[in-house]
């Protein structure tokens, strides 16, 4: 890839999210808990346990088995299918009301963990109102991240945890990788709870911190400063035969201040 389209995307993906920002009422945050990958035996996607969305304004909309099960009084694991079923329906009723807005997210790209495992647990149930979540705008905050400041923007291969941590984010009650299936399996449903709240919340102060200019890397690529420019286009041909001019310039500019 050309440095040309680098810096292109660079100002795309800065540009996308400060003008977001600055909406109203126009972009939500959303992240889920789900079964253990080892664990699928339908060969369909993990089983969704629960689903956070936090609004703009902070809002939270929570959806899970175990407050569907705890509405209908029913025992979680021996109704699971049930209480999937009738979790999504309301998460889909809820989407459909949203569905103009931009859905921003984490990875949440695939059949594994993403909106195409959701629509393929939807397509289980059949539920009804249903639809194809692809087709919501959706903003990928992993994705963006290594557009604007590179991929090093944070070191070790999970970047979500690592960028909270590197900006001193509360990470407090955050569960990672299998401990979320973990704690579900122990019934400890309050964990999982906590811990995709804190999720959607930690996605929205990463994203705020983009759009101020005020987020913490590794990076030495700095948005909108000089910098920036060096660190795209040093190696390039134009930015030796830029350099050549500009000193040159200096040089006579100096040269006509001195004498």
Known sequence: ????????????????????????????????????????NDG????IHSIAVRLE??????????????????????????????????????????????????SMTDTNYGFPAITNRAKKHKIDNAFDLGLLNKIDLSVELKRIYGDSYVS???????????????????????????AFNRGEFGKVHQSILKKVNNLQSIFNRIALGTLITESRIRPNRPQFFYEKYNGHWLFYVSSIIVSALVGIFLGYIIF
């Open 57 to 106: 304004d902070e809002q939270t909309e929570l959806f899970s088995v175990f407050q569907t099960a705890d509405d209908l009084g029913l025992d979680i694991y021996d109704n699971l299918d049930r209480l999937e079923k009738e979790m999504l329906e309301e998460f889909y009723s809820f989407a459909h009301l949203h569905s103009k807005k931009f859905w921003v997210h984490w």
């Open 156 to 182: 070790g291969p999970n970047k979500f945890p690592g960028i909270v941590k590197l900006n001193n984010i509360s990470g407090m009650a955050r569960l990672e990788g299998v401990e979320e299936p973990e």
């Open 44 to 47: 369909i996607s993990p089983r």
């Open 1 to 40: 890839m050309s440095n040309a389209t680098e810096f292109k995307k660079h100002l795309s993906s800065l540009k996308k999210i400060k003008d977001l920002y600055e909406a109203d009422n126009k972009y939500l945050f959303i992240h889920y808990a789900c079964q253990s990958f080892n664990e699928v």
